[in-house]
Nanobody, 128 residues
Framework: QVQLVESGGGSVQAGGSLRLSCAASAFTYTYSNYCMGWFRQTPGKEREGVATINSDGWISYAGTVKGRFTISIDNAKNTLYLQMNSLSPEDTGRYYC????????????????????WGKGTLVTISS
């Protein structure tokens, strides 16, 4: 069974960095085609895509994080990462790891319900 477990969240000052990890069990071995990504949510707001990567290596970033965040995947370890640099209070939210067993249209603009596997999230709080 696919399990997604996030870690690495915490509280840091503006300008700081965090690296989020998502342990994805045997996901990349189970699915030859996939789309994986990070979504974030603040209470009262829609869950939004932050960064996605698919099995062909195609990457998509939200305009607000492009140049500051880097998504990557270690297939051998079945782990998805999100390196976050130059953090600002606007980046505050709960970050969720998500995945689906298809690779097409793997974009941050996708509706969150296009993903069918989800972790429970990890909280990121950026203070001024």
């Amino acid at each position: 069974q696919v399990q997604l477990v996030e870690s690495g969240g915490g509280s840091v000052q503006a300008g700081g960095s965090l690296r989020l990890s998502c342990a994805a069990s045997a996901f990349t071995y189970t699915y030859s085609n996939y789309c994986m990504g990070w979504f974030r949510q603040t209470p009262g707001k829609e869950r939004e895509g932050v960064a996605t990567i698919n099995s062909d290596g195609w990457i998509s970033y939200a305009g607000t994080v492009k140049g500051r965040f880097t998504i990557s995947i270690d297939n051998a370890k079945n782990t998805l990462y999100l390196q976050m640099n130059s953090l600002s209070p606007e980046d505050t939210g709960r970050y969720y790891c998500a995945a689906r067993g298809t690779s097409d249209y793997c974009l941050v603009s996708n509706r969150y319900d296009s993903m069918n596997f989800w972790g429970k999230g990890t909280l990121v709080t950026i203070s001024s």
